[in-house]
DNA sequence: AAAACGGGCAACCGCCCCAAA
DNA sequence: GTTTGGGGCGGTTGCCCGTTT
């Protein structure tokens, strides 16, 4: 497991799992002088780390404030808020959860969020086959900025009432957008069509949403 | 009892950005 | 304007451990 690599300087690399020996060191180091430059810090603590290694632990595990412990409700709910603003933005998401860390965030997304939405896509796909192609096609905007002529696969999600106005937001930013870089009354015309297909689309999905939202918070987590 | 499996999570990797030289 | 080093970030890996067969 724990390995040790030689760079051509013979400074040997220590790879793997913290000791509790390192991690005295990294907290007495940093109570001391405070962070610093992380590759300087490593080598004047002592440590067989890189700096980019030191940050990690330090940020990710040994920081005073960082919050342990199962992530709650509240939390759960605000992740997938702006997750469903941000996408994949896990160090923004973190900065609204105070004590949480990106990785934890993205670790507890990949792990639960993501299982659950598969379990869900599954239910729709056995109870309402033809729908589920529907829930997945909103436009990437909505999380992500993309292209707001293409769409993509996006995850259903439970909380209509903030997806839907994040939702709403991106629609109304990408039409303004539009409305920016278009030249002509034609294509202004389409494009406010397509945002209208877009609105009418998100409407057909809360409404079946709500419609089956018993069955939805009755799956497990 | 033991092997297989799967989930959770710490840690690493590689890319990108930015500031200083 | 270019180079270089540090830091930040998202994606991925691999180990540990509990559960299932």
């Known amino acids: 497991m724990e390995k040790i690599s030689s760079s051509p300087q013979d400074v040997e690399i220590r790879k793997g799992p913290w000791t509790m020996e390192e991690d005295l060191i990294l907290i007495n180091y940093i109570a001391d002088h405070g962070e610093g430059v992380w590759n300087t810090l490593a080598k004047s603590a002592g440590l067989k780390r890189t700096g980019k290694s030191c940050r990690l632990r330090w940020l990710n595990y040994l920081r005073p404030d960082v919050r342990r412990g199962n992530i709650t409700t509240e939390e759960q709910l605000l992740i997938m808020e702006l997750h469903a603003k941000w996408g994949n933005r896990w160090s923004k998401i973190a900065k609204h959860l105070p004590g949480r860390t990106d990785n934890e965030i993205k670790n507890y997304w990949?792990?639960?969020?993501?299982?659950?939405?598969?379990?869900?896509?599954?239910?729709?796909?056995?109870?309402?086959?033809g729908h589920t192609s529907q829930m997945n096609m909103?436009?990437?905007?909505?999380?992500?900025?993309?292209?707001?002529?293409?769409?993509?696969?996006?995850?259903?999600?439970?909380?209509?009432?903030?997806?839907?106005?994040?939702?709403?937001?991106a629609i109304n930013e990408n039409t303004s957008r539009l409305n920016d870089t278009?030249?002509?009354?034609?294509?202004?015309?389409?494009?406010?069509?397509?945002?209208?297909?877009?609105?009418?689309?998100?409407?057909?999905?809360?409404?079946?949403?709500?419609?089956?939202?018993?069955?939805?918070?009755?799956?497990?987590?």
């Not at 993501?114 to 309402?128: D, L, V």
């Not at 999380?143 to 994040?166: H, K, Q």
């Open 138 to 169: 909103i436009p990437p905007q909505a999380c992500n900025g993309g292209n707001p002529m293409e769409l993509s696969y996006y995850p259903p999600c439970e909380n209509t009432t903030n997806f839907s106005t994040s939702f709403a937001t």
């Open 182 to 221: 278009s030249t002509t009354m034609v294509n202004q015309c389409s494009m406010h069509l397509l945002a209208l297909g877009y609105t009418s689309m998100w409407l057909f999905v809360v409404a079946f949403t709500q419609q089956h939202f018993a069955a939805l918070v009755s799956l497990r987590w």
């Open 110 to 129: 990949r792990t639960k969020i993501q299982k659950h939405m598969k379990q869900t896509n599954s239910f729709y796909e056995q109870t309402s086959s």
